[in-house]
């Protein structure tokens, strides 16, 4: 099977019913996206296919249509994606191990609505649970980041 993941094309042999996660990690060495639940529950697991947020520990790649962009393909080390420069900002993260799938979602968020208010941040990123309970953190990084990508 063929597969596009941040801009590259890889090809693997695996069960079609495999969960891109385990693809994503187990075949391709790619970290990013953390087994968390693996029932779409905590959004640790979170990337994009076609900049849309998904959680990958329930897309089988048998079923996969379209690019996959992890954590690691949003922006660079030179030139990072504004929510990833807020997360910083805001120190964001305690123990980290939710903060890619939190960042795959608030910039999916930020894509369709570009200036949320609290109840939209609370409503898009309800799916991604943080155990250090770093949650008015993530909404001030959101507003920062809206506002960054608002500046140009």
Known sequence: MKLTVNDTEHEVDVDPAMPLLWVLRDELGITGPKYGCGIAQCGACTVHIDGQAVRSCQVAIGDLVGDVTT?????????????????????????????????????????????????????????????????????AAIHSAAAKLQEG
């Open 71 to 139: 954590i690691e393909g949003l922006g660079t080390p030179d030139l990072r994606h504004a929510v990833q420069e807020a997360w910083i900002e805001g120190q964001v993260a305690q123990c980290g191990y939710c903060q890619s799938g939190q960042i795959m979602q608030a910039a999916s968020l930020l894509e369709t609505n570009p200036a949320p208010t609290d109840d939209d941040i609370d409503r898009a990123m309800s799916g991604n649970l943080c155990r250090c309970g770093t949650y008015p953190r993530i909404r």
